[in-house]
């Protein structure tokens, strides 16, 4: 069965950091761009940052442009990391790790083939 499982989530003041990280089970992902979302309550699912299969190449919204950074590590199972620092009661939401069936980056929910269950992210003002 494959899986993307999500970790790392919790309460952090406002200017603090957290890392996410997600690992795949039940294949690999190396030869695919992967991507983190997140969805705040009573909001539609908004995308964060993409990567592309080798790492080369990144992409970020607008909102975690300078703060967050994507990485990906792909030497045993795939991994994937956000580290997101100066974070703001405004980030607060699940945040969700996608797998896209394409190797380039890719910035919409669609393009995205596999989920994980996502983590929760609260920043406290």
């Known amino acids: 069965q494959v899986q993307l499982a999500e970790s790392g989530g919790g309460l952090v003041q406002a200017g603090g950091s957290l890392r996410l990280s997600c690992t795949a089970s039940?294949?690999?992902?190396?030869?695919?761009?992967m991507g983190w979302f997140r969805q705040a309550p009573g909001k539609e699912r908004e995308f964060v940052a993409s990567?592309?299969?080798?790492?080369?190449?990144?992409?970020y919204s607008n909102s975690a442009r300078r703060r967050f950074h994507i990485s990906r590590d792909n030497a045993k199972n795939t991994q994937l990391f956000l580290q997101m620092n100066s974070l703001k009661p405004d980030d607060t939401a699940v945040y969700y790790c996608?797998?896209?069936?394409?190797?380039?980056?890719?910035?919409?929910?669609?393009?995205?083939?596999?989920w994980g269950q996502g983590t929760q992210v609260t920043v406290s003002s």
């Open positions: 039940g294949r690999t992902f190396s030869d695919n761009a």
């Open positions: 996608a797998a896209s069936s394409g190797r380039e980056v890719v910035v919409r929910h669609y393009e995205y083939t596999y």
């Open positions: 990567i592309s299969w080798t790492g080369s190449t990144t992409t």
